[in-house]
């Protein structure tokens, strides 16, 4: 598939068939991720993979707990239902204050090698500047250090459902040339 493809056609689809997602398979998502561009090529990042049916019901229940309001027509459940999740996390002594962007890098690297590869996987906050309680609980579940920070959180499986088209604003309505609002 050639790249243009997979960023046209990658999808986030909540729903997953119940084929199994091979180690191997995220070992090779997970080395794609490992590519992104970090601060300082501090290479921060560190990887958890859940398969428990248990751990991914806690961390549905957390996400669902600290929901704002505006997001809740969008339910963690579907959480349960995915293979495997990736958590996303990021060792900020090596981060060099860019902790955020490392992750959500490289999480966008692992998202594109999943749709490469016909899977879908779903972009999921972890991490809220100012609002640590979703962080804290994923770190208590997981039993991430104090000193690492999870980031994302990535529902990955083979689809169960077919996404409808994406809506895509157009070029000519975001970019400006030389200063902003100049066409």
């Given amino acids: 598939m050639e790249f243009d493809e997979v960023v046209r056609g990658r999808r986030s689809i909540r729903t997953f068939s119940t084929a199994e997602v091979s180690d191997e398979l995220v070992e090779a998502l997970i080395d ?5 561009p970090s601060s300082m ?12 049916a248990e751990t991914k019901g806690r961390l549905a229940e957390t996400k669902d707990k600290y929901c704002p309001p505006g997001k809740r027509e969008y339910p963690a459940g579907f959480l349960r239902g995915a293979p495997v999740v990736v958590i996303t996390c ?5 981060a060099f204050d860019r902790g955020i962007e490392s992750g959500v890098l490289a999480t966008g690297h692992l998202l594109l090698a999943a749709a490469s590869r016909g899977l879908t996987g779903v972009y999921m906050s972890a991490y809220k500047t100012g609002a640590p309680e979703v962080a804290d609980e994923i770190r208590t579940i997981l039993g991430v250090p104090a000193e690492i920070d999870p980031i994302t959180i990535v529902p990955i ?3 169960g459902d077919v996404a409808g ?7 000519a309505e975001v970019v400006f040339h030389e200063a902003f609002g100049r066409k």
């Fill in 165 to 171: 088209p994406k809506t895509v604003m157009s070029a």
């Fill in 41 to 52: 090529n501090g290479q921060p990042w560190r990887f958890i993979v859940v398969r428990s």
């Fill in 32 to 36: 794609c991720a490992l590519r992104a």
């Fill in 90 to 94: 990021i060792e900020r002594a090596k």
């Fill in 157 to 159: 499986g083979y689809p």
